[in-house]
């Protein structure tokens, strides 16, 4: 026997039934019938933000600190505009979440008439094909009867192959109407599989016997597909060195004898003269773009065998001049699955093991301290020697990002991560409450003076919430990885990012404002502000004040192969530690600006 229940009843009690329970929203006229019936829905969750951007950016982070889903919520018209940030943010970073967009009503849609002016409804705008772009699925529902199998798929394709955003737009009257269906399934996304993956994991086992040089790539494709376990087992059956995207950083402790560290434009030295020497290379989850391989492509691991594994076959078919020598188009886990199955230790030399070892350990960056001023890389580096195993630490966008992920290592059970791809600034807290709300782990936000003013709104949602982040404000003054930027190619004009265009509140004060503790950090007293921040039990604010002029190192000037970073070293250094032949340097290595000159 059938029950009646309205398309806002069905569709929480579907999500519900797929494990589905926690909701990211700011409510409006258009999606108050959803909003009205989870508010009165036992077991499921909701959260009032105070811009739906925050929302979307927190559902996110939602998922990447608990593994579940994430729905938001939004009214019409600036409601959902305001997602679209948040959302490109999941496309980017292949992150899984639900969105719902309320609708003007069916009956008053541009859709229903034949004249086409800009807008019709109270609020209206063309959802779909404004978003289209950025989601694996969306769709507008016009007749309730077909909103079951619209929701089966909106569920079943976030997480199926490359995850990603599914959006639904429903207009008012759609979000009422009753229908009769007790059909609320359980959906079950499928793996992608290359079918030809034994032969591929064969010829791997093949081209590793015949390596002298291996190296494994860890990519964001382990984390998404939850195989970092698998990923260990596979590092510590063959014993071959191993290198991290940023994507990927927190797969694996980096106490791991075989790690050797991140590569890419802002990567470790260490890493970078890995992944360039070596003569296998063996991609796991990691798309290669430009801010991995560097902006001349032709440099990048010259004298490898390239295997690179993504789920997305259009990463890997990309081109721009890469070759890759064995492309598996699969699922991580799948893949590391075979290859557990297949593949036997590789005799990796132990000369090669030692020069990445060496190169691990290379120390060749000159980051002096000042007997007055704090330096980012001194507060960050005594920050991760004080967390904690399993804490989850973002950074938002910016120089801090970069400077975090120069000093934090990734602790057994720690979550490391920002949206790296879309790279947002206003994202760290936003991210942070998500992840708060997700796990009852320590969350730490690394923001930035600009980054920080962005979402700042959400210090409301935090105190609404008591949710007990720690955020660490990197204070410059400034926009200091823009500012390196004109100091490198502009002639040090700071247009628009030093303190004659660029200004910052004082952030103590508004955060006591909101009700939240706030501190300042310095040079005299920050190790003491960090115990103190690590061990209180709500929410804190820390202003840290670090040296104006702080440079961001190393770091790759475009055109350059990844072994050759700034500071530069000189020509005796690079080919002390290249075993492949080096590339004559440009005469003129300052990047784009004179690259084509």
Same mark, same amino acid.
Request: aromatic share 8%.
């Given at each position: 026997?059938?029950?009646?229940?309205?398309?806002?009843?069905?569709?929480?009690?579907?999500?519900?039934?797929?494990?589905?329970?926690?909701?990211?929203?700011?409510?409006?006229?258009?999606?108050?019938?959803?909003?009205?019936?989870?508010?009165?829905?036992?077991?499921?969750?909701?959260?009032?933000?105070?811009?739906?951007?925050?929302?979307?950016?927190?559902?996110?982070?939602?998922?990447?600190?608990?593994?579940?889903?994430?729905?938001?919520?939004?009214?019409? @018209? /600036?409601?959902?505009?305001? &997602?679209?940030?948040? !959302?490109?943010?999941?496309?980017? +970073?292949?992150?899984?979440?639900? $969105? *719902?967009?309320?609708?003007?009503?069916?009956?008053?849609?541009?859709?229903?008439?034949?004249?086409?002016?800009?807008?019709?409804?109270?609020?209206?705008?063309?959802?779909?094909?404004?978003?289209?772009?950025?989601?694996?699925?969306?769709?507008?529902?016009?007749?309730?009867?077909?909103?079951?199998?619209?929701?089966?798929?909106?569920?079943?394709?976030?997480?199926?192959?490359?995850? @990603? /955003?599914?959006?639904?737009? &429903?207009?008012?009257? !759609?979000?009422?109407?009753?229908? +009769?269906?007790?059909?609320?399934? $359980? *959906?079950?996304?499928?793996?992608?599989?290359?079918?030809?993956?034994?032969?591929?994991?064969?010829?791997?086992?093949?081209?590793?016997?015949?390596?002298?040089?291996?190296?494994?790539?860890?990519?964001?494709?382990?984390?998404?597909?939850?195989?970092?376990?698998?990923?260990?087992?596979?590092?510590?059956?063959?014993?071959?060195?191993?290198?991290?995207?940023?994507?990927?950083?927190?797969?694996?402790?980096?106490?791991?004898?075989?790690?050797?560290?991140?590569?890419?434009?802002?990567?470790?030295?260490?890493?970078? $003269?890995?992944?360039?020497?070596?003569?296998?290379?063996?991609?796991?989850?990691?798309?290669?773009?430009?801010?991995?391989?560097?902006?001349?492509?032709?440099?990048?691991?010259?004298?490898?065998?390239?295997?690179?594994?993504?789920?997305?076959?259009?990463?890997?078919?990309?081109?721009?001049?890469?070759?890759?020598?064995?492309?598996?188009?699969?699922?991580?886990?799948?893949?590391?699955?075979?290859?557990?199955?297949?593949?036997?230790?590789?005799?990796?030399?132990?000369?090669?093991?030692?020069?990445?070892?060496?190169?691990?350990?290379?120390?060749?960056?000159?980051?002096?301290?000042?007997?007055?001023?704090?330096?980012?890389?001194?507060?960050?580096?005594?920050?991760?020697?004080?967390?904690?195993?399993?804490?989850?630490?973002?950074?938002?966008?910016?120089?801090?990002?970069?400077?975090?992920?120069?000093?934090?290592?990734?602790?057994?059970?720690?979550?490391?991560?920002?949206?790296?791809?879309?790279?947002?600034?206003?994202?760290?807290?936003?991210?942070?409450?998500?992840?708060?709300?997700?796990?009852?782990?320590?969350?730490?936000?690394?923001?930035?003076?600009?980054?920080?003013?962005?979402?700042?709104?959400?210090?409301?949602?935090?105190?609404?919430?008591?949710?007990?982040?720690?955020?660490?404000?990197?204070?410059?003054?400034?926009?200091?990885?823009?500012?390196?930027?004109?100091?490198?190619?502009?002639?040090?004009?700071?247009?628009?990012?030093?303190?004659?265009?660029?200004?910052?509140?004082?952030?103590?004060?508004?955060?006591?404002?909101?009700?939240?503790?706030?501190?300042?950090?310095?040079?005299?007293?920050?190790?003491?502000?960090?115990?103190?921040?690590?061990?209180?039990?709500?929410?804190?604010?820390?202003?840290?004040?670090?040296?104006?002029?702080?440079?961001?190192?190393?770091?790759?000037?475009?055109?350059?192969?990844?072994?050759?970073?700034?500071?530069?070293?000189?020509?005796?250094?690079?080919?002390?530690?290249?075993?492949?032949?080096?590339?004559?340097?440009?005469?003129?290595?300052?990047?784009?600006?004179?690259?084509?000159?």
């Amino acid at each position: 026997m059938s029950s009646k229940r309205s398309i806002s009843e069905y569709l929480v009690e579907c999500l519900l039934h797929n494990g589905i329970d926690t909701y990211f929203l700011v409510t409006g006229g258009a999606i108050v019938p959803t909003v009205d019936v989870i508010g009165r829905t036992k077991g499921v969750k909701y959260f009032c933000f105070q811009h739906e951007q925050s929302a979307a950016m927190a559902a996110e982070a939602y998922y990447r600190s608990s593994g579940r889903i994430g729905v938001v919520l939004s009214t019409s @018209g /600036p409601g959902a505009q305001n &997602l679209l940030n948040g !959302i490109c943010g999941c496309w980017y +970073e292949s992150i899984p979440c639900l $969105f *719902i967009t309320g609708q003007v009503s069916t009956y008053e849609s541009i859709d229903n008439i034949v004249a086409n002016p800009r807008q019709l409804g109270f609020q209206e705008m063309p959802v779909v094909e404004s978003f289209a772009p950025f989601t694996k699925y969306i769709a507008k529902v016009d007749e309730a009867i077909h909103f079951g199998d619209v929701l089966d798929r909106a569920i079943r394709l976030a997480k199926e192959g490359r995850p @990603g /955003p599914c959006l639904l737009d &429903l207009p008012t009257n !759609i979000q009422n109407a009753i229908i +009769e269906d007790d059909l609320v399934r $359980f *959906i079950e996304p499928a793996k992608v599989v290359d079918s030809d993956l034994a032969l591929q994991v064969k010829t791997i086992q093949q081209k590793l016997n015949e390596s002298e040089r291996p190296l494994i790539l860890i990519g964001h494709g382990v984390t998404i597909s939850n195989s970092q376990h698998k990923a260990l087992d596979l590092l510590n059956k063959l014993n071959v060195p191993f290198v991290v995207s940023w994507g990927g950083f927190d797969a694996i402790p980096h106490d791991h004898p075989n790690f050797i560290g991140d590569i890419g434009v802002y990567g470790s030295r260490g890493g970078n $003269f890995a992944i360039q020497n070596c003569d296998f290379l063996l991609s796991i989850g990691s798309r290669l773009d430009t801010r991995q391989t560097g902006g001349d492509l032709k440099t990048f691991s010259r004298e490898s065998f390239k295997v690179m594994v993504d789920v997305d076959v259009n990463e890997i078919s990309k081109g721009r001049g890469l070759k890759i020598d064995l492309p598996i188009v699969c699922d991580a886990g799948v893949f590391l699955d075979e290859c557990l199955s297949q593949l036997k230790k590789s005799h990796t030399s132990n000369n090669w093991q030692k020069v990445c070892t060496d190169w691990s350990n290379l120390s060749l960056d000159n980051r002096p301290l000042k007997d007055d001023v704090l330096t980012s890389y001194e507060f960050l580096e005594h920050l991760n020697s004080q967390l904690p195993n399993e804490s989850i630490v973002i950074p938002d966008e910016g120089g801090h990002l970069v400077w975090s992920m120069q000093s934090l290592e990734a602790k057994k059970g720690q979550k490391i991560f920002s949206n790296f791809g879309n790279s947002s600034m206003g994202y760290g807290l936003p991210a942070a409450i998500g992840a708060a709300i997700g796990t009852d782990k320590l969350v730490v936000c690394i923001d930035g003076d600009g980054g920080f003013q962005m979402n700042i709104q959400e210090l409301q949602t935090i105190k609404q919430y008591n949710l007990p982040v720690k955020i660490f404000i990197i204070n410059n003054n400034c926009y200091g990885i823009i500012k390196q930027f004109q100091d490198a190619y502009f002639g040090s004009r700071y247009t628009a990012t030093d303190s004659l265009d660029y200004t910052a509140p004082d952030f103590v004060a508004v955060a006591t404002a909101y009700g939240i503790k706030a501190v300042e950090a310095n040079k005299s007293n920050y190790k003491d502000v960090i115990n103190l921040a690590l061990n209180e039990k709500g929410s804190i604010l820390v202003n840290v004040i670090i040296d104006r002029d702080q440079k961001l190192t190393p770091k790759l000037e475009f055109g350059n192969p990844l072994e050759d970073m700034s500071p530069y070293l000189t020509d005796k250094q690079i080919k002390e530690n290249m075993i492949v032949d080096m590339i004559p340097r440009r005469d003129n290595t300052q990047g784009w600006v004179t690259l084509n000159k």
